[in-house]
């Protein structure tokens, strides 16, 4: 099924546990978030381009289990490549940056007008990290727990 291929698991060795444990840490990463936190609204980059993880991607899906509103709607499609216009008309309230070769955060025009950029609530995640929150799989768990950390640093 869907989930054994998400994981990379096979069914028989127990694919369906292993997703219960996920959902159970997801849940937990959800509720550990303050009020504060809840309801804001996240862009989340994939990779330059700039391509955006959707509300129907894995990782948008994570995000609203975290209980924050993504800019980017499901009907574009799960990755889709934006123009940079449309993430500065979305105005996101923080900047989630999954591409760890965008450390150097080189901003696209007018990203700087942006609340976020202003106010540096932008997190770009390490390699490690990044690695993580951009690859689905059985690390799923440990992705949300990274995007709540962002989400705690930047809900203020």
């Not at 937990?28 to 609204?41: D, F, G, I, V």
């Not at 007008?113 to 799923?140: I, K, L, Q, S």
Request: with cysteine; hydrophobic share 40%.
């Amino acid at each position: 099924g869907t989930i054994s291929d998400l994981l990379g698991v096979p069914r028989a060795q127990g694919s369906d546990r292993q997703w219960r444990t996920i959902d159970a840490a997801v849940q937990a990463a959800a509720q550990s978030l303050p009020p504060k936190a809840r309801n804001l609204r996240v862009y989340f980059e994939v990779s330059r381009g700039p391509y955006a993880a959707s509300e129907s991607s894995f990782i948008g899906e994570s995000l609203t289990r975290l209980g924050v509103r993504n800019v980017v709607p499901a009907s574009l499609g799960p990755f889709p490549r934006l123009n940079p216009e449309y993430v500065v008309r979305a105005n996101p309230d923080v900047l989630m940056i999954g591409n760890s070769s965008m450390q150097t955060m080189v901003p696209y025009p007018g990203w700087s007008t942006m609340r976020a950029v202003r106010e540096n609530r932008v997190c770009v995640f390490g390699p490690g990290d990044a690695e993580v929150v951009v690859r689905p799989g059985p690390r799923m768990a440990e992705a949300a727990r990274i995007m709540a950390r962002c989400l705690v640093e930047k809900a203020r």
